[in-house]
């Protein structure tokens, strides 16, 4: 089963492709060679399970995720009887999609201009995808044009950064990389959040955190994983591998279990929002 867990890039649909796909390009080849999607995505499964049912997802409904990444979100949705349609920068990440759920829709694109007709869905997602945005206000205003009437739209974000451990390996990063790269946590204030997508044309419905466990059985999985997205990749480029690695090694320390493995516990904020007929 492929796992990603995205956190930070530059606002960049030709950058966030690029960094976000670097070490998924594998997996045409072979699903296995592929860190990306095989060992961090997947530890967001119990996130993207949980928003999708707090949304209400039922079958039939048509499903857009938007910043799909290599799909996971958008294959648990078609479990759950979606017809599902997902859209990302990657290309490397969309054909990992596309043969995750063949029976999908995958395009790659941007989150600021969506290439969907207006209302064309009951249902929009973005997991922790809009922070890293551009203009996050214009990406959800192309997720309010694509939704129908009585659609949903559910923003996953960071939670607060005081409540994440991952914060720790994402503070490693962000110092390796340089000053105009994305802040993760740019969502991550709730009143914020429910300001930005008000800016948007949505109405705030419900928010609520969940919480994310990143669970790693070793340091060599754990590095697998940490290194394999487009926030370290970026640092990577930028201050090279072995300083990345080394860094990430000693963030991730404190959370050594007894047992050789790491445990990093995390919260999310998702946002279910509605249109604002009002908005023009």
Not at 45 to 58: C, D, M, N, S, Y
Not at 106 to 121: A, C, H, Q, T, V
Not at 162 to 186: G, H, I, Q, T, V
Request: aromatic fraction near 8%.
């Amino acid at each position: 089963m492929s796992r990603i867990q995205k956190s930070k890039v530059i606002g960049s649909a030709a950058i966030q492709g690029k960094l976000w796909g670097a070490r998924a390009s594998d997996f045409v080849a072979s699903v296995q060679s592929s860190d990306w999607a095989e060992v961090q995505e997947g530890l967001c499964a119990p996130l993207f399970e949980a928003v999708l049912r707090k949304t209400g997802i039922r079958p039939g409904i048509t499903h857009l995720d938007i910043g799909c990444g290599s799909g996971m979100a958008c294959q648990i949705a078609v479990r759950m009887g979606a017809r599902v349609f997902g859209i990302d920068a990657a290309s490397a990440l969309i054909a990992i999609a596309k043969q995750r759920t063949p029976q999908g829709n995958f395009r790659i694109g941007k989150m600021e201009k969506l290439p969907y007709d207006d209302n064309s869905f009951d249902l929009v997602t973005g997991f922790n995808s809009f922070q890293y945005a551009a203009n996050p206000v214009n990406a959800l205003k192309e997720a309010r044009r694509v939704a129908r009437a009585q659609a949903q739209v559910a923003i996953v974000t960071w939670g607060n950064p005081k409540d994440c451990e991952a914060a720790a390996y994402l503070n490693a990063l962000a110092a390796l990389s340089p000053p105009e790269a994305s802040d993760p946590f740019a969502l991550s204030d709730k009143e914020k959040l429910e300001a930005v997508a008000a800016q948007a044309g949505l109405i705030p419905v419900k928010m609520e955190d969940i919480d994310c466990l990143w669970s790693y059985p070793n340091l060599e999985v754990a590095l697998a994983g940490l290194l394999s997205d487009g926030t370290a990749v970026h640092a990577i480029r930028t201050s090279g591998e072995e300083r990345v690695r080394a860094a990430v090694v000693h963030a991730i320390a404190p959370f050594k279990t007894a047992s050789g493995g790491y445990w990093l516990e995390n919260k999310f904020h998702y946002l279910i929002a509605k249109k604002n007929p009002a908005f023009a």
